[in-house]
T-cell receptor
Framework: EAGVAQSPRYKIIEKRQSVAFWCNPI?????LYWYQQILGQGPKLLIQ????????DSQLPKDRFSAERLKGVDSTLKIQPAKLEDSAVYLC???????????FGPGTRLLVL | SQQGEEDPQALSIQEGENATMNCSYK?????LQWYRQNSGRGLVHLIL?????REKHSGRLRVTLDTSKKSSSLLITASRAADTASYFC????????????FGTGTKLQVIP
C-alpha cells in the first residue's frame, strides 16, 4: 500500500513570496490533516478535512494560509505571503475516518528567508 | 495550544536499558496515542490506548494510562540505537468531533 505522498520535500523562499504544498493521501482515506511542526515542537494541526469538507481550521492563519481538498482526494496548502515565522516542516496525514491512527507523509521543509 | 506535555524533554540512555517517558494532559480524552519521529522523517504511529484501558503492550513497548491523574507513560524495554527518535503523545478530546492534539515530545538518544 502506497503511503502519504507530499511534494516538494524542500522549499526555500523569500519573505512575502507565496508557496504551495501538495499532498496525496492513502487511497480511500476520508480524513486529511495538515500540520505545522516548528523545530523542537510537536505538530500543530492547521486544518482537518473530512472528505471535501473542513472539520477544523481553528488554528489556520486565514489571512495568509489557505487549503483545499479537491474531490475528497488530493489537497494543497498555500501560504501567501510568507513570513519568516512560517519556516517549519509541513506535514500531511490521512486516516480512514476516525483519527485513531494517522499516517503521515515525509513532510515539506520550508525555509523563509 | 498543545494538549499534552511530555516529560522529560530529553533522555539519554545506554543500549539495552529501559526508557520511560511521560505525558500529562489537561482535559478528558477518548484515547491517547504515541508516535515516533526519527530525525528528518515523518511520524509513525506506535500504539493507541483507550480511556477505559489501563495498560497496553506492543512488542517492546508498554503504555499505561491513568485517567484520574490525566497522565500516560511509554516504556521502551531493552532499548536499541534504532530507538533514537523523538516520541510524541497525541490525545483525542472527548466530546465534540474527534480532534487529536500532539504534545511537545521527548527526545530519546540511545547510545550504542
Amino acid at each position: 500500500e502506497a503511503g502519504v505522498a507530499q511534494s516538494p520535500r524542500y522549499k526555500i523562499i523569500e519573505k512575502r513570496q507565496s508557496v504551495a504544498f501538495w499532498c496525496n493521501p492513502i487511497s480511500g482515506h476520508a480524513t486529511l490533516y495538515w500540520y505545522q511542526q516548528i523545530l523542537g515542537q510537536g505538530p500543530k494541526l492547521l486544518i482537518q478535512f473530512q472528505n471535501n469538507g473542513v472539520v477544523d481550521d481553528s488554528q489556520l492563519p486565514k489571512d495568509r494560509f489557505s487549503a483545499e481538498r479537491l474531490k475528497g482526494v488530493d489537497s494543497t496548502l498555500k501560504i501567501q505571503p510568507a513570513k519568516l515565522e512560517d519556516s517549519a516542516v509541513y506535514l500531511c496525514a490521512s486516516s480512514p475516518g476516525l483519527p485513531e491512527t494517522q499516517y503521515f507523509g515525509p513532510g515539506t521543509r520550508l525555509l523563509v528567508l | 495550544s498543545q494538549q499534552g506535555e511530555e516529560d522529560p524533554q530529553a533522555l539519554s540512555i545506554q543500549e539495552g536499558e529501559n526508557a520511560t517517558m511521560n505525558c500529562s494532559y489537561k482535559t478528558s480524552i477518548n484515547n491517547l496515542q504515541w508516535y515516533r519521529q526519527n530525525s528528518g522523517r515523518g511520524l509513525v504511529h506506535l500504539i493507541l490506548i483507550r480511556s477505559n484501558e489501563r495498560e497496553k503492550h506492543s512488542g517492546r513497548l508498554r503504555v499505561t494510562l491513568d485517567t484520574s491523574k490525566k497522565s500516560s507513560s511509554l516504556l521502551i524495554t531493552a532499548s536499541r540505537a534504532a530507538d533514537t527518535a523523538s516520541y510524541f503523545c497525541a490525545t483525542e478530546f472527548s466530546g465534540g468531533y474527534q480532534k487529536v492534539t500532539f504534545g511537545t515530545g521527548t527526545k530519546l538518544q540511545v547510545i550504542p
